[in-house]
């Protein structure tokens, strides 16, 4: 069983900066993704920032030149740097796993706030 555990989130002013972190724990293959994807209110849940177990990356438009995501293989943990955050960066920040190579299993976190106020 892989459980995945989030920490970082809160209440920040714009401008701002926050880093969240999530622990992968479990069967966990050396072969994975790791990711965060996000969902505001009333939007659907979208890809904020993925790593691969090799280091390859793969940032959205929205936060590219402000946000940083990597890893810690060693502890199966990845971080998301937030830096500059603007009240558009509001939402539930989840974590995301996909594990394995050829026929992947996909796990999720239970999500954590991330609030910037103007």
């Known amino acids: 069983q892989v459980q995945l555990v989030e920490s970082g989130g809160g209440l920040v002013q714009a401008g701002g900066s926050l880093r969240l972190s999530c622990a992968a724990s479990g069967s966990i293959s050396s072969i994975n993704i790791m990711g965060w994807f996000r969902q505001a209110p009333g939007k659907q849940r979208e890809l904020v920032a993925t790593i691969t177990s090799s280091g390859t990356t793969n940032v959205a438009d929205s936060v590219k030149g402000r946000f940083t995501i990597s890893r810690d293989n060693a502890k199966n943990t990845v971080y998301l740097q937030m830096n500059s955050l603007k009240p558009a960066d509001t939402a539930l920040y989840y974590c995301?796993?996909?594990?394995?190579?050829?026929?992947?299993?996909?796990?999720w976190g239970q999500g954590t706030q991330v609030t910037v106020s103007s």
């Open positions: 995301n796993l996909r594990n394995g190579w050829l026929n992947p299993s996909t796990y």
